[in-house]
């Protein structure tokens, strides 16, 4: 095989602001692969906030990348040569093979994409971890109710575009927050919610007020920091709040002190953080019905496409700067 393996490997672990210079790029040769493994060639990486917090040694709730070790990430793509007799070459499939063009592997983790209706690159968004997450964390955690009302941060991304438009489907008013005038023009005309809040307009309070005339049900939150804090001001008694993210705290050195959570206690206000491999039991369901939705036309996704692993920590950083604009991959081929 003439082709090179390409890697990204993390070079130093970050303080602050993820920059260039904490990855490292690397031209190795093909992998070869033993009785059992199989060799894939993968289409797209996916990028998403969480690898922020693998790219540190804080204690969380996945173990770091090690310094000098390919980047993890998700991955799909195509059996380029196999010695195992569940794989055959062709075969498309969905793993965790990282940031790089080849990875080996013994089976464990990778599920084959028998389903050719929905592009392969949706197996990493919508039809995949960041669709499960929108979907355990609103229905199981913020469990809404047809009309109450729903808000969700980062609304124009991975999540949050999914969680927005479920809770239409479930009947809720859907209101989004998101950062510019594009990303809300998106979330209200494309992805079909209610209202969106432009929390880059300097206008947070008065227009969430404006776009919440009977106050907030379901926070979905996916960014922590200034706009939680005001969201809470505006939260409805049993109101419920699925801790998704924190984005706006990944990468400061100086965590955002939060002065509202009185409201926790007076509106008796329901807050859980969950992780979405803790839900693995609801995968099936979820994506049985975001597939359903999907090929109905009633579930909308967009993508922002980087071409070429070698721009991947360049794309990385716009993610955690709102450069992305829907779910945010890396074109491969
Ligand atoms: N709990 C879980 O299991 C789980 C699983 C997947 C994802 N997540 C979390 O869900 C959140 C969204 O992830 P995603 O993959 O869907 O990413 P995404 O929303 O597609 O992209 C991240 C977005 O975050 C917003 N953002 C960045 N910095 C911000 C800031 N300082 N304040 C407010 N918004 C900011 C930007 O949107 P704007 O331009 O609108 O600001 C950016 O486009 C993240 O916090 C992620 O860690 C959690």
Redesign the pocket.
């Given at each position: 095989m003439p082709e090179k393996n390409i890697q990204v490997l993390l070079a130093q672990r970050p303080m602050g602001m993820v920059k260039k210079n904490h990855f490292r790029i690397v031209h190795t040769p093909v992998p070869d692969i033993a009785d059992g493994q199989f060799l894939v060639r993968n289409h797209y990486l996916s990028?998403?906030?969480?690898m922020?917090?693998r790219m540190s040694a804080a204690k969380s709730y996945a173990q770091s990348v090690e310094i000098g070790d390919v980047m993890v990430g998700g991955t799909v793509g195509e059996v380029a040569a196999s010695k195992h007799p569940g794989f055959k070459t062709g075969d498309a499939v969905l793993g965790a093979l990282g940031w790089q063009l080849y990875g080996v592997s013994d089976g464990g983790g990778i599920a084959k994409i028998e389903d050719d209706r929905i592009p392969l690159s949706a197996y990493l968004?919508v039809m995949g971890?960041?669709g499960?997450?929108?979907y355990?964390?609103l229905l199981d955690i913020g469990r809404p109710k047809a009309g109450e009302t729903v808000v969700v941060?980062?609304?124009?991304?991975?999540?949050?575009?999914?969680v927005g438009q479920i809770a239409k489907l479930k009947g809720c008013r859907a209101v989004g927050?998101?950062?510019?005038p594009d990303?809300c023009r998106h979330v209200r005309e494309e992805l079909g919610l209610d209202a969106c809040v432009d929390?880059?307009a300097d206008r947070l309070w008065e227009d969430l007020v404006h776009a919440t005339p009977a106050g907030i049900d379901i926070y979905f939150?996916?960014?922590?920091?200034?706009?939680f804090d005001r969201v809470l001001n505006r939260m409805n008694p049993f109101g419920r709040i699925p801790?998704?993210?924190?984005?706006?705290?990944?990468?400061?050195l100086k965590p955002y002190g939060v002065r509202n959570l009185r409201n926790v206690l007076i509106q008796r206000l329901k807050m859980q953080?969950?992780?979405?491999?803790?839900?693995a039991g609801r995968r099936t369901d979820a994506l049985a019905d975001i597939g359903r939705w999907l090929l109905e036309g009633r579930l909308k996704y967009r993508e922002?496409i980087t071409q070429g692993l070698e721009n991947a920590p360049a794309a990385f950083i716009?993610?955690?700067?709102?450069?992305?604009?829907?779910?945010?991959l890396v074109k491969l081929i």
């Open positions: 990028l998403d906030p969480y922020r917090g968004g971890m960041p499960v997450t929108a355990v964390g941060s980062a609304a124009s991304g991975a999540v949050g575009s999914v927050i998101a950062g510019g990303k929390y880059k939150d996916n960014v922590g920091g200034p706009i801790v998704c993210g924190m984005i706006s705290q990944y990468n400061t953080g969950f992780i979405v491999s803790d839900h922002s716009g993610l955690m700067t709102g450069k992305n604009f829907g779910k945010q």
